[in-house]
């Protein structure tokens, strides 16, 4: 609404006697065209949004990236053998169809938003995607059900899957209620699954990263609140989920050779 009056306002200022015509005219009909020109707008905008930020950017998922997802490595298994169907953590892909030996295009639709999801724009090294299987002496995650698939950085897939990161648009978040922006939202995602040592779908119901479905989800924004409200009394800023948590999903409160001793309530 404030984006449709100022346009208004700037286009009408030509002379003071037409503006005022124009306004009293405009407050008769406020209600409706206003209506009209925010919808018309956001119908417009959410469909150019999508067509320059995701076109070209399926386009490489689609031939690049999603192979790499079948493709049979020497060492390990395929990522579609454990990840199809849901029993991967927070990375789901799509079962293949009966007899099929790749996806089709809606099956590749879902995979592509599913998967932007697990990536930062412009940031590989925080993309849970690419650093969960990479393995921790090239700077990846130290554990991870099916293996270190990239041993290192070098690995062609890796640096496929890293260039598709550098060159992917700013990602439409649609329900953040205490992050004030999701710039950085991969980096805090990784933060509390190495601090509770958890995996994504402890908190979300994937391939819907933006569901509240799971009550978890909630239990972290209150966290994240107070986490925010301890550094502001602590002026310091160094409490971090890691401060207490410490890779459990709940901090010890009981000291394990002194259980008895007691912090007053
Ligand atoms: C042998 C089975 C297996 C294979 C093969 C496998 N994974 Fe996994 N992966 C898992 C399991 C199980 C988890 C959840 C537990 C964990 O984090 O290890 C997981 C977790 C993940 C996660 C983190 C999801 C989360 O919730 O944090 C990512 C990302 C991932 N895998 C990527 C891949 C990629 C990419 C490949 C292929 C290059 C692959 N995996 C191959 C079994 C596998
Ligand atoms: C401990 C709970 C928890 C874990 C684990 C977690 N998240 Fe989240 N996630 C949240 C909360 C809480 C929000 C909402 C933040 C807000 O309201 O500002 C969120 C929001 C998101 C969103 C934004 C969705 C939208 O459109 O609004 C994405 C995407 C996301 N998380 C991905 C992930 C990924 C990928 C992982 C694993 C690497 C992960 N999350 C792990 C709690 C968690
Ligand atoms: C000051 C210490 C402290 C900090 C900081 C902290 N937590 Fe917690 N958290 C706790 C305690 C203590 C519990 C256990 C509460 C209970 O048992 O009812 C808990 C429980 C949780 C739970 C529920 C686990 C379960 O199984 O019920 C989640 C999820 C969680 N914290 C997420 C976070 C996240 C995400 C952050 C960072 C934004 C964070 N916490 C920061 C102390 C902390």
Not at 117 to 124: A, C, D, R
Request: hydrophobic share 35%; with cysteine; aromatic share 8%.
């Amino acid at each position: 609404m404030t984006m449709c009056n100022t346009h208004i306002a700037r286009t009408s200022s030509r002379s003071r006697m037409r503006l005022q015509i124009y306004l009293r005219v405009m407050r008769l009909l406020q209600p409706v065209v206003l209506s009209l020109l925010c919808l018309t707008n956001f119908v417009f905008l959410t469909d150019a949004m999508y067509a320059q930020s995701n076109d070209a950017d399926y386009g490489v998922f689609k031939e690049r990236i999603q192979p790499i997802f079948l493709k049979t490595r020497s060492t390990h298994g395929r990522c579609v053998t454990c990840h199809a169907g849901g029993n991967g953590g927070g990375f789901v892909l799509q079962p293949l169809s009966p007899g099929a030996v790749t996806w089709d295009e809606e099956q590749t639709r879902k995979n592509y938003l599913e998967v932007s999801q697990l990536v930062s724009p412009g940031k590989p090294e925080s993309s849970q995607l690419l650093m969960h299987p990479l393995a921790p002496e090239a700077g990846g995650d130290v554990f991870h059900s099916g293996g270190h698939q990239f041993s290192s950085q070098a690995d062609p897939d890796w640096q496929a899957l890293a260039a598709w990161v550098r060159q992917k648009g700013r990602w439409e978040y649609k329900n953040l209620k205490v992050l004030s922006s999701g710039e950085s939202l991969l980096d805090v995602m990784r933060t509390f699954n190495l601090s509770l040592r958890e995996e994504c779908n402890f908190c979300h119901t994937p391939p819907d990263f933006a569901s509240d479905a799971r009550p978890m989800k909630n239990v972290a924004r209150e966290m994240m609140k107070m986490t925010s409200d301890l550094n502001a009394k602590l002026g310091n800023g160094t409490v971090t989920c890691y401060t207490c948590h410490r890779g459990d999903e709940r901090p010890k409160t009981v000291h394990p050779r002194f259980p008895n001793l007691k912090y007053p309530n």
